[in-house]
């Protein structure tokens, strides 16, 4: 299976801060992965796919880049709707796996 | 709009089953791969099972393979899955979710998904 590691698992930023989480997999995916963006008590959103392409109707300060085993989501400028947690996925092989999420909350 | 409703969840004894469905509008069902993710309770996202456009073809997480059975009907715009010796790690919330197509790679990617509804294990 291909395990996804994200770092942090937690990040306090404040409003108007840029952020980058880091996603990690255990061996090269090409361009095989997902953002999503989950609010609590929520499902979670479709944010960026293909590493790179933004998800229509998603705000252009979130940026996805990377191939092959390393991954960043950056958010540009933080809103306040931004703090929740993201999650990776790898869509390369089966079983499609998640990252262990990076919590983002309010400094 | 795209829209998926999950129902069926609820508190089942270990060892028990269960079936969940997934009420799907806004799209044209048949032409979707379609997904199963659950969510323990505090936890991360965990992929469960696929299911093909056409119902042919079927994917499984290997801790649910040989339990679990995805199917749906697209003349009644639903998916399901049944849910057989349940255990206490199969506590969650599950989510169905729609793909983006129905061929790979847009089949794996999550681009809508329900509300989700609880399934709780537990004697």
């Known amino acids: 299976d291909i395990q996804l590691t994200q770092s942090p698992s937690f990040l306090s930023a404040s409003v108007g801060d840029r952020v980058t989480i880091t996603c990690r997999a255990s061996?090269?995916?090409?361009?095989?992965l997902a953002w999503y963006q989950q609010e609590p008590g929520k499902a979670p959103k479709f944010l960026i796919y293909a590493a790179s392409t933004l998800q229509s109707g998603v705000p252009s300060r979130f940026s996805g880049s990377g191939s092959g085993t390393e991954f960043t989501l950056t958010i540009s400028s933080l809103q306040p709707e931004d703090f929740a947690t993201y999650h990776c996925q790898q869509l390369n092989s089966f079983p499609l796996t998640f990252g262990q999420g990076t919590k983002l909350e309010i400094k | 709009q795209e829209q998926l409703v999950e129902s069926g969840g609820g508190v089942v004894q270990p060892g028990r089953s269960l079936r969940l469905s997934c009420a799907a509008s806004g799209f044209t069902f048949s032409s979707y791969t379609l997904h199963w993710v659950r969510q323990a309770p505090g936890k991360g996202l965990e992929w469960v099972a696929l299911?093909?456009?056409?119902?042919?073809?079927?994917y499984y997480a290997d801790s649910v393979k040989g339990r679990f059975t995805i199917s749906r009907d697209n003349s009644k715009n639903t998916l399901y899955l049944q849910m057989d010796s349940l255990r206490a790690e199969d506590t969650a919330v599950y989510y169905c979710?729609?793909?983006?197509?129905?061929?790979?790679?847009?089949?794996?990617?999550?681009?809508?998904w329900g509300q989700g509804t609880l399934v709780t294990v537990s004697s």
């Open positions: 061996q090269g995916i090409s361009s095989y």
């Open positions: 979710a729609r793909a983006m197509g129905s061929e790979r790679p847009l089949s794996r990617y999550f681009h809508y």
């Open positions: 299911i093909s456009n056409d119902g042919n073809d079927k």
